[in-house]
């Protein structure tokens, strides 16, 4: 609506709001056995990227991005084979560096090599991944003020940069509790809601 957000890294919600509602509807064709079903989604997504890019509210500004997702979802399910994989994810990335650069495409790349063929993964970045939600949700109220106290109050350059460090370590730490008072237990009270099975129309 081009309001303010309360907090300026909840726009990626709203994108990845779009990107639930995309999937509910879509699904069915992503893991569809026909390819060129598949093949026909793949290529709708990647140009809207292109025609609808004005648009970066919305989720065609990123399909790019959900576009690599999807193809390894694909994969990793052998819903497609690893040469439709490769093309489609080589294109993709090219779709990525066109659209915005290089760094991102870096980004992303690392990711899905990461994600492919990193089977261990260290304590501390496991434990990083799980408190991620969290510090992606208050880095900015707590992190953010703490640097923007330290630009109006220390002078000295030197220990503002200090101070980036120290905002990181207390993120650290707020996000960690943030986790296990508000988030994981949240996460199981939504785990423990149970669904019936809609109960079949019979006809007389």
Known sequence: TGGKWLNPVYWSLAIEFQYYLLIAVVFGVIVSPNRYLRLSFFVLFS?????????????FTYA??????????????????????????????GLVFFRHGWELTFIVVAALLV???????????????????????????????????????????????CIVFVSFAVCLIAAAMFYKFIERPCKRISGAIRYEPPTPVTHG
């Open 115 to 161: 994600i492919v063929y990193v089977d261990k993964v260290p304590a501390f970045l496991r434990w990083m991944g799980l408190i991620s939600y969290s510090l992606y949700l208050i880095h900015v109220p707590i992190g953010g003020r703490i640097i923007n106290i330290a630009e109006v109050k220390v002078h000295s350059v030197f220990l503002r940069e």
């Open 47 to 59: 140009v809207s990227s292109l025609l609808l890019a004005p648009y970066d509210r919305a989720i």
């Open 64 to 93: 790019p991005f959900f576009i690599l997702g999807i193809l390894l979802f694909q994969w990793v399910c052998g819903i497609t084979s690893k040469t439709e994989f490769l093309i489609l994810t080589l294109m993709t990335v």
